[in-house]
């Protein structure tokens, strides 16, 4: 792959927060107040998915900005008070109020994701959708996951295309066809691609309602899927601005070795912590701690 074909491609996590990657992804003493940044070092690209439960307050805001690299960028959820609750409709302040609450993120920011339930189906939702998409800002980019296949038509491409909505390409198949390619209906709307890697939500939970996995390693492997996903980036590379690829802990077990190994195959490397590399980056963090504290006592 050629480097700049490469450049195009952020591969990331959906989310960052998760305590089974403890000691096997982050340092084993890191506070959580400081995984964002330690995340940072090893991946170019997160999916924040605590803005799908409520906006982020301006400090926290200002905080993902500090913490992480130039180069580094967000996705973030819609909240879904606007998807879920409201499901588009009579929504226009609680959207502003979101965008005004991520504009100090601008510079970091580079797709908002409208992740819509599975209820939410054309026969009552398309006029809805057509007023929202009419009334999104063009100073952000926008993706949209549809999970009623009844959307899968011509003239909701063309919707989008209109308004430069991405559609969100996600593979959601069942754990017992991990062995078999993902076959999607996988129009291209717009300059950019935006794939999620979501797995079988049937694996969390039992019919009980407990969790049947710890999420800290691989589990399953999905070998023909992320052989077929990576084929298809490849095969739109050329005539695609941006890649954008986020992978949920659902699909393999693990979503930081599944980012390394769809990197692998698309011909570059990512690197993760190694058990080595992680203590001794709490170490460096130890360090930095006592130095401020005696600096702070100094002055």
């Not at 809805?128 to 899968?152: K, S, T, V, Y």
């Not at 300059?191 to 079988?200: A, C, K, Q, S, V």
Request: hydrophobic share 40%; with cysteine; glycine share 4%.
């Amino acid at each position: 792959m050629k480097l700049n074909d490469q450049q195009k491609i952020r591969i990331g996590t959906c989310a960052w927060s998760f305590e089974e990657w403890r000691s096997v992804f982050y340092p084993p003493h890191l506070p959580a107040a400081q995984w964002l940044e330690f995340y940072a070092r090893y991946f170019p690209a997160v999916e924040i998915d605590s803005t799908f439960y409520h906006p982020p307050a301006e400090e926290t805001v200002h905080r993902w900005m500090e913490i992480t690299p130039s180069d580094f960028r967000f996705a973030c959820k819609l909240p879904r008070e606007i998807t879920h609750a409201c499901r588009l409709r009579d929504c226009a302040a609680e959207l502003t109020a979101f965008l005004r609450a991520l504009e100090p993120l601008a510079t970091k920011l580079q797709v908002i994701l409208i992740q819509l339930p599975p209820s939410f189906a054309p026969k009552a939702g398309k006029p809805a959708l057509r007023n929202f998409l009419e009334q999104l800002p063009r100073d952000f980019r926008f993706a949209i996951e549809f999970r009623h296949p009844g959307w899968h038509r011509p003239q909701v491409i063309h919707l989008l295309e209109k308004h430069r909505v991405c559609w969100v390409w996600a593979d959601t198949s069942p754990l017992n066809e991990r062995n078999l390619a993902p076959f999607e209906f996988l129009p291209r709307t717009t300059d950019f691609l935006y794939l999620r890697l979501l797995g079988d939500y049937g694996t969390k939970y039992d019919r009980d309602g407990q969790r049947v996995h710890s999420y800290g390693r691989l589990l399953w492997k999905r070998e023909a899927a992320l052989e077929s996903w990576s084929l298809k980036v490849e095969r739109h590379l050329a005539d695609s601005r941006s890649v954008w690829t986020f992978v949920n802990n659902h699909f393999e077990g693990f979503a930081p070795e599944t980012c390394q190994r769809l990197a692998n195959r698309l011909g570059f490397e990512l690197s993760l912590p190694s058990s080595e590399e992680a203590a001794s980056s709490a170490d460096r963090g130890q360090l930095d701690l006592l130095e401020d504290e005696t600096n702070s006592g100094e002055s």
